[in-house]
Every structure is written in C-alpha cells, then in structure tokens.
C-alpha cells in the first residue's frame, strides 16, 4: 500500500521559515517524480515545486520562485519542500504527490500525480 505522509507544517509568522517533509513507503521512490502542491481555501490545487526522479531536473511556480525549495532522498524515501520569506497568501494545506516516470518531464497538473499525501497545513500570519 502507497503511503505518502506530509509533515512539519505549522503556524509561523510572516518572513518565518518552515521545512516539510514527504515519506513515502510502498513504492520505488527513485522511480518517481515528486510534486508539492497547496491549496487554500476556496480556492484549486496550485502546483508549487516539482523534482525530477533522480533530483536532477526541478520547477517552481513563479509564486515561489527564490523562497522554496524542493529537495528529495532516495536512500530516506523522502521528499522536502524548504520554504523561507513566508508570506500570508502562502497559508493553505500542502500537498505531496508522486508521479510514476514515464519520462523526464515534471507535469504540473494535479491529475497527472498517482498518489497523494493527506496533507499538512501551513498558515502564515501577518
């Protein structure tokens, strides 16, 4: 069975700083692409930052582009998503996702993942 468990969300204050953590069991981590995604409420999934299986390729949503990053063990199973400069409009409940390699490109869209996590939530205030 595929777990993915989200952790290391929290309350933190604006410019604070969190680090998530993704473990997955129940599948060959190495072959898969990772994804972190949020939403808050009212509002559709968003992408946030994806990594390549092997760590190599990774893409961001311009929202977060030089604030998060995401970072991956395959010895561990475990997926990251740094985040620093937090800001209110990021509050949501972050996801992790895992997409099966069928090639080299990390997709973006929610329903191209095979397994998600339950998700934790990150609120930020101001």
């Known amino acids: 069975q595929v777990q993915l468990v989200e952790s290391g969300g929290g309350l933190v204050q604006a410019g604070g700083s969190l680090r998530l953590s993704c473990a997955a069991s129940?599948?060959?981590?190495?072959?898969?692409?990772m994804g972190w995604f949020r939403q808050a409420p009212g509002k559709e999934r968003e992408f946030v930052a994806g990594i390549s299986s092997g760590g190599g390729r990774i893409y961001y949503a311009d929202s977060v582009k030089g604030r998060f990053a995401i970072s991956r063990d395959n010895v561990k199973n475990t997926a990251y998503l740094q985040m620093i400069s937090l800001k209110p409009e990021d509050t949501a409940v972050y996801y992790c996702?895992?997409?099966?390699?069928?090639?080299?490109?990390?997709?973006?869209?929610?329903?191209?993942?095979?397994?998600w996590g339950q998700g934790t939530q990150v609120t930020v205030s101001s």
């Open positions: 129940g599948l060959t981590f190495s072959r898969y692409h």
């Open positions: 996702a895992a997409d099966r390699v069928v090639n080299n490109v990390v997709v973006t869209l929610p329903n191209q993942y095979d397994y």
